[in-house]
């Protein structure tokens, strides 16, 4: 007999369960024959909205592992810092715990890094996405003050390492924590030239999500923007088989489904048209080029008329009207009051958050 797709209809939200037992039970009593495939059609969907961006800043010198548009899972590698070597001989006179701080002005055009020893104490509050003014101290001690207006955009703990050679000239080295090797590079001990001081430093994804990486004077960003996975027939699941009154009762009675959607008291088979659809939607046959849809969704929490406050960039603390939204380049037009006039401004969907 011929295999056909039928639909499946399951309980609320058991969608994924009644898929697995369905499997289960076809393969504990070798029935692949009969039900060849069982399918539960998803979407990705990119979840546009600022909170959901995860951002990393990396050096012009780092190898990076993805491009833009590229779909990731978490603890995907995205990019790996390079080893850090010694530049010159000499012994470490000193090793102590330190904090980075990397600061970027509201244009994003600079950044500036500050990298304040434990013994300086960094004030409380230094945290990612905290803002800061031109004079403030970074330390408690007051001796490391802040040169710029901007935002704080990374903070690590790092290792300071302080080598002296032998006309007392020092060379200075700034490690991740997690990359310093404390059995080989300790006070005391001699350093070589070209010997290595900090391994790579490999960065990963802290969340799934679509990558965006921009380029800037002094360093690159990847950014991840979340996503989820949507199914795109809540409370139903399709399978392809066999029919006959057995095996009719045989799914049907597995835990989470209720029932085929029938017609007239029977299984309703799909058409051979709608059955290429559906396996093009689960992505098992390929659409042709002139039909292809997207492979990502964005689906966007924004709509034209809305309120929102920009959170970051150069109109930061503005709140405004969204009058044109962009989904392919992820951005919204804003009309923003300065100087007592509407202004239309551009800004990235991660850069705003909607005014409730």
């Known amino acids: 007999m011929k295999k056909r797709w039928y639909i499946l209809q399951t309980l609320a939200g058991y969608e994924t369960s009644a898929k697995e037992n369905l499997e289960a039970k076809v393969k504990a009593q070798g029935l692949e024959h009969v039900v060849s495939c069982v399918l539960l059609p998803e979407e990705v969907v990119i979840d546009a909205s600022a909170k959901s961006v995860e951002r990393h800043i990396i050096s012009l010198n780092a190898k990076i592992f993805v491009s833009n548009g590229d779909l990731v899972k978490k603890g995907d590698v995205l990019a790996e810092e390079p080893s850090v070597?010694?530049?010159?001989?000499?012994?470490?006179?000193?090793?102590r715990n330190a904090k980075k701080i990397v600061i970027e002005t509201l244009d994003k055009k600079f950044t500036k890094t500050y990298v304040i020893p434990?013994?300086?104490?960094?004030?409380?509050?230094l945290k990612v996405g905290g803002m800061v003014r031109q004079g403030m101290p970074l330390s408690s001690d007051g001796e490391i003050i802040c040169e710029i207006d901007g935002k704080i955009i990374q903070t690590e703990n790092m290792k300071r390492i302080?080598?002296?050679?032998?006309?007392?000239?020092?060379?200075?080295?700034?490690?991740?924590?997690?990359?310093?090797?404390?059995?080989?590079?300790?006070?005391?001990?001699?350093?070589?030239?070209?010997?290595?001081?900090?391994?790579?430093?490999?960065?990963?994804?802290k969340s799934s999500g679509r990558i965006e990486i921009t380029?800037?004077?002094?360093?690159?960003?990847?950014r991840v923007q979340k996503v989820k996975v949507k199914k795109l027939f809540p409370g139903y699941i399709f399978v392809e088989?066999?029919?006959?009154?057995?095996?009719?009762?045989?799914?049907?009675?597995?835990?989470?489904?209720?029932?085929?959607?029938?017609?007239?008291?029977?299984p309703l088979p799909l058409s051979d048209k709608e059955a290429q659809i559906l396996l093009r939607i689960a992505g098992i046959e390929e659409t042709p080029k002139e039909e292809k849809a997207k492979e990502v969704k964005i689906e966007f929490d924004f709509e034209i008329g809305d309120s929102v406050k920009i959170i970051s960039g150069p109109f930061e603390g503005f709140v405004g009207t969204v009058k044109e939204i962009n989904p392919e380049h992820n951005e919204l037009k804003v009309t923003v009051t300065i100087f007592g006039r509407e202004t239309p401004v551009t800004v990235h969907t991660s850069e705003v958050e909607k005014v409730v």
């Open 85 to 95: 070597r010694a530049r010159r001989d000499g012994i470490v006179s000193d090793v």
């Open 118 to 125: 434990q013994k300086n104490k960094p004030i409380t509050g």
């Open 162 to 205: 302080v080598v002296r050679n032998s006309v007392s000239e020092v060379d200075i080295y700034v490690v991740p924590i997690d990359t310093f090797n404390s059995d080989v590079v300790k006070k005391g001990v001699h350093i070589k030239a070209g010997q290595i001081i900090a391994e790579p430093k490999k960065i990963m994804a």
């Open 215 to 222: 380029d800037y004077p002094t360093k690159k960003e990847i």
């Open 241 to 266: 088989m066999i029919m006959n009154d057995e095996f009719w009762d045989f799914v049907r009675t597995v835990p989470g489904i209720i029932d085929f959607v029938s017609s007239g008291g029977r």
